[in-house]
Every structure is written in structure tokens, then in C-alpha cells.
């Protein structure tokens, strides 16, 4: 007894370190598996859930052959089952919801491979095709390695490519390909690219802007080698995508809008839903909600047009914005200083908004084919850009304030900037909830009448005139894809609702209907952040701080919906 006690110590020092050490098992062994995870990923150059948009070749392309998505697929059950290895009860806090995020997304892509994505690399909007010919512009090409890892991309062109359109023609077999309507012109996002000489391609630009360190002859062997493989191998790809897609994906499109007329089609959009709300709504549930949303926010642009003292209808009112040359720039170059102008007066407003701001910038280009997008930065290296449309015509100045909130600050890239700069697994840094980050940037519109925007009433009208387009959205996607909605239909139905142009109108509709379910996003996910955000005020009342609540939504990454409301609740203990 007497050796026992004086060992006391010494026992519960052992009872102790066998303790931490389970723990730091369980803790290290998920981190090995994270990291695991990454290097396949890394190596796949197949990142799930991701945004397309942050896509940079270098190297080879990804493996989209029947074997290399069946490897993928057999990757993901293996790192299923370690995953249910790992004692969760042993995870620190930060662990463990890495653990919960990475345990939702192998579990929705064990999901995917049970549907028709795949059969989709094309929408209205992009494919692999627009998304590999705009990338360079936007890379960054600073040393040897980036060309050399470019001129690989460029050599395995040919073959990635022949892989997506083999996944096309398998759209065709099972009939899950493109409305006819929506898709006549698409040829022309190819054609565009089947130039007659490799300096006039796309992808010839980062071979005109060299560093300064490059020799001449540097330069000269990579122009050189950069005209070979784009003249022997990339725009004969091109070709060979536009004549499949023309002579054969084409004549067998889709007659009916809407996705459910495919069979499987209603079980493939049930699932489009969940991939891109991350919730469980039904198709019927999400119409609903979006007409009630419509009602709510056309009361509020009617109190603006009765404020400005328009005579005429809510109709004839669309038609005067539309029309009327005050509400456009004299001049591209004053649509990009106007932006400029925006987005800067609004970082000098993000400190009294959030604690937590990033280093990384973003800069301003414009965009005749696409409209308004964001693309994140591959790496620290280079900024975020975003793109609008700089032709006055195509780009009203009353919506120009809730444009640039959305798409640059506080929007995404106040939003993918702070994720890319997080301590946290490689996997949470490039996830891309489309509900999370859509949602933000609907949310980033309005709050920017609490940080002195829309002081003019017809630009807050045509802040209302984005939230009700997105609101439309609610109505139209599901009434297309669930409901049996014509195009036309759909069409009719927003234009009515929104300022957009009847070019803008059609452009959008196609849109929905070659994405099913990826327009619900933003709604849904302003709705739930702004859902939180009034159950804190109302925990915190004059407590509320609206820089913590900021930092808390989007300080861990992107997140599906439910996860998000969980940590809401638990850093404010709802």
C-alpha cells in the first residue's frame, strides 16, 4: 500500500498522458486525413464543391475518363470509412468542425456520383471550354514554373476535352442534354476560340506579358512552343467540340425547358436543390416562399415610386428606367470610374462593419460576354477580379451600388479573401456553398443601407429590383424544372417584375434552365442570415454587435446553412 501511495503521482501523471495521447491520436489521425484528402485532391486537380470560377490550369488537366471518375468515386468511400473510424467525442472544438464539414461534403459526393451532373459540363453561362480560354488572362505567369506549367495544360487540352465531350454524348443517351431553345447560339462561346493564327487565341496572352527576368531567348522558345500547341493541338480542339456540338449534341437537345420532362429528371432536381441550398426544401415549398417574397418587396418598390412622384404604373415605371438616359454612363470608362468609386467608398466603411478584414485586394475589368462575376485568386499572388459589363447600355446605374456591394465588398471577395487567409484545413479555404456565398452577397446588397448607400431613392429601387429578380427566381426555377413551366412562361413572368432588358430577361431564363437549382441559392441563403441575425439583435438587444455577428457568419469559411445556424446559436448562445 505504501509503494502504491508514494507512486500516486506518478500514476496519475501515466492516467493523464494516456489521456492526451487518445486525444491527440484522434486529433492528429482526422488531420492526416485531411491532409490525405488535399494531396489527392491536389493531385486530381478535382476539388469538390468548389467555385469554377477560381479554375487555373497548370499542369495536367483533370482525368474526367470513365476510370478516372470511378477512381475518384472508390477514393471517396475509402475516405468514408476511415472517417467513421475516428473517435469524434475525442476532437477539439476546430476539429471537430472540420470533421462535420468534411464528413457533409464526402457524404454529398457519394451523392453525386448517383446523379447526371456530370452530363452537364456545359451551362448557359460557361463550360470547360469559356472557363480554360478565360483563365489565363487572370493567372498569375511571374516565373519559369507558371509557364512551364501552362504549355502542360496546353498539351493535355486535346484529351481533356475529348473526355468532356464524351460525357456530352453520354447526355445523349440517357437524355439528360440541353434545351433546344436555350442553347442556339451557344456555338458561338466555341467558335470564338477556332481562330486561324495562335497569336489571335485567348491563351496566347501570357505569352505577351513575360517577366522581366526572361532572357530573350527565354521568350522566344516559349512564344514559340506556346504557337505549336495551340495551333496543332488547342484549336483543333476547339474544332472538334464545335462540330460534335453542332452536328450531333445540337439535333438531339432538349424539346421542353424544364428538367423533370427527362426521365429521372424530378429525382435529379430534388437533389440540385439540396446541392445548392443545402437544406431540405421541397420544389413546391421554395415556389411558395418565393411568392410571398415577391409580394413583400414589390409593396416596397411601389412606396419608392410613389416617393420620386411617377405617375404611371408599376410596369410603365421598369419601362422609364429602362429607357431614360439618365440612368446610364456617358462612357465605359465612366461605368469602371463609377464602380471604382463604389467599392471604394465602401472599404473605407468595412472597419465599423467587421473585425476581421483581409490583406488581399481585388481589381475592377470589364466583361462583354458574361455580365458580373467575381473570380476568386488562385493564390496570395494575385488579386480578386471583378468583372462587369462596362457598356453603358448593358449596365444601369441604379444598379450599380448593389451590384458592386454583392460581387466585391462586403460581398465575395470580402468573403473568399478571408477564407483563402484562414488557419484552417486546406479543404475549408475552397469550399463553396452557392447558398453561403450567394446568400452573403444578397445580404452584402442590403446592408448597404446601414453603411450610407442608396441614397438616391431609384438607386434603393433598384437595390429592391435585385432582391425581387432574386426572389423571381424562386418562383421561375421550380416552375420550370418542377412545375412544367414553358420558357416563355418564364419569361413573361420576370420581365414583368424586374428592370432587366428583354435581352437580359431571355439570357437569364436560359440560364435556369441549363443550371437547375443554382438560382435558389441566393435567396435562400440571405433569408437564413438574415433569419440569424434577428434572433442575435433580438438575444443581444442594445448589446448587439454587429462587427462580431459579421465576423462569426463568414470567420470559418463557407458553410452549409444548417452548420452555419449551429454556430450562430452556439457563439451566441441561442
Known amino acids: 500500500m505504501r509503494n502504491l501511495r508514494n507512486n500516486l503521482p506518478l500514476l496519475a501523471i501515466a492516467i493523464f498522458s494516456f489521456a492526451f495521447n487518445v486525444q491527440a491520436d484522434s486529433n492528429s489521425d482526422l488531420e492526416l486525413l485531411l491532409d490525405e484528402h488535399w494531396q489527392n485532391a491536389q493531385q486530381e486537380k478535382i476539388f469538390f464543391r468548389t467555385d469554377p470560377d477560381a479554375w487555373k490550369p497548370s499542369g495536367k488537366l483533370a482525368d474526367f475518363s470513365e476510370s478516372g471518375i470511378a477512381r475518384r468515386q472508390l477514393f471517396n468511400s475509402v475516405i468514408l470509412k476511415k472517417l467513421s473510424q475516428i473517435n469524434v467525442s475525442e476532437l477539439n472544438t476546430q476539429n471537430l468542425m472540420s470533421y462535420r464539414l468534411f464528413k457533409y461534403e464526402r457524404e454529398f459526393e457519394s451523392k453525386y456520383y448517383q446523379f447526371q451532373d456530370k452530363y452537364f459540363p456545359i451551362n448557359f453561362l460557361s463550360g470547360w471550354h469559356t472557363y480554360f480560354a478565360e483563365a489565363p488572362a487572370n493567372m498569375a505567369f511571374l516565373n519559369k514554373d507558371d509557364y512551364d506549367g501552362f504549355l502542360v495544360s496546353l498539351e493535355d487540352f486535346s484529351r481533356f476535352n475529348q473526355e468532356n465531350i464524351a460525357l456530352l454524348n453520354e447526355g445523349i443517351e440517357t437524355g439528360f442534354v440541353h434545351h433546344c431553345e436555350s442553347f442556339r447560339e451557344y456555338q458561338q462561346s466555341i467558335s470564338k476560340h477556332t481562330v486561324a493564327n495562335a497569336e489571335d487565341s485567348a491563351l496566347f496572352e501570357p505569352f505577351t506579358r513575360f517577366p522581366k527576368t526572361f532572357t530573350q531567348a527565354q521568350k522566344q522558345n516559349y512564344e514559340k512552343r506556346a504557337k505549336t500547341l495551340i495551333s496543332k493541338n488547342v484549336i483543333p480542339a476547339y474544332q472538334e467540340l464545335f462540330d460534335f456540338f453542332t452536328q450531333k449534341y445540337m439535333p438531339k437537345c432538349r424539346k421542353e425547358a424544364g428538367i423533370r420532362s427527362v426521365e429521372g429528371g424530378e429525382q435529379y432536381y430534388a437533389y440540385a436543390i439540396e446541392y445548392y441550398t443545402t437544406t431540405s426544401l421541397t420544389a413546391e415549398q421554395i415556389h411558395k416562399l418565393g411568392l410571398s417574397e415577391v409580394e413583400r418587396i414589390k409593396k416596397e418598390m411601389l412606396s419608392i415610386i410613389e416617393q420620386v412622384g411617377f405617375e404611371g404604373s408599376y410596369a410603365e415605371f421598369l419601362k422609364f428606367l429602362a429607357e ?251
Do not use: C
Not at 465602401?346 to 488581399?360: D, Q, V
Not at 475589368?365 to 468583372?387: H, L, V
Not at 447558398?435 to 442590403?446: D, K, M, T, V
Open 324 to 574: 431614360s438616359e439618365q440612368f446610364y454612363a456617358a462612357s465605359p470608362q465612366d461605368v469602371m470610374e463609377k464602380t471604382a468609386f463604389i467599392t471604394q467608398k465602401m472599404y473605407g466603411k468595412l472597419p465599423s462593419f467587421f473585425g476581421n478584414l483581409p490583406r488581399n485586394t481585388f481589381t475592377i475589368k470589364g466583361s462583354a460576354s458574361r455580365g458580373a462575376f467575381y473570380m476568386p485568386p488562385p493564390d496570395t499572388r494575385t488579386p480578386g477580379t471583378y468583372f462587369l459589363t462596362s457598356v453603358p447600355s448593358q449596365q444601369p446605374l441604379y444598379n450599380l451600388e448593389a451590384l458592386s456591394l454583392h460581387e466585391a465588398v462586403p460581398g465575395h471577395h470580402l468573403q473568399n479573401a478571408i477564407a483563402m487567409e484562414l488557419d484552417l484545413p486546406e479543404f475549408r479555404k475552397t469550399l463553396n456553398h452557392s447558398a453561403f456565398s450567394e446568400g452573403w452577397g444578397l445580404y452584402s446588397e442590403r446592408l448597404g443601407k446601414e453603411a450610407g448607400f442608396y441614397e438616391d431613392p431609384y438607386s434603393d429601387f433598384g437595390r429592391l429590383g435585385y432582391e425581387m429578380w432574386r426572389a423571381v427566381r424562386l418562383v421561375v426555377d421550380t416552375g420550370i424544372h418542377s412545375f412544367g413551366w414553358s420558357r416563355q412562361k418564364a419569361i413573361d413572368y420576370l420581365a414583368a417584375r424586374t428592370a432587366l432588358t428583354n435581352k437580359a430577361v431571355a439570357d437569364q431564363i436560359d440560364r435556369y434552365i441549363s443550371w437547375p437549382g443554382q438560382a435558389l441559392s441566393y435567396k435562400i441563403g440571405e433569408l437564413k442570415i438574415r433569419e440569424l441575425r434577428e434572433r442575435v439583435e433580438k438575444k443581444q438587444g442594445v448589446d448587439f454587435d454587429i462587427r462580431a455577428f459579421h465576423d462569426t457568419i463568414i470567420g470559418n469559411g463557407s458553410l452549409p446553412l444548417a452548420v452555419l445556424e449551429e454556430v450562430v446559436e452556439e457563439k451566441f448562445n441561442l
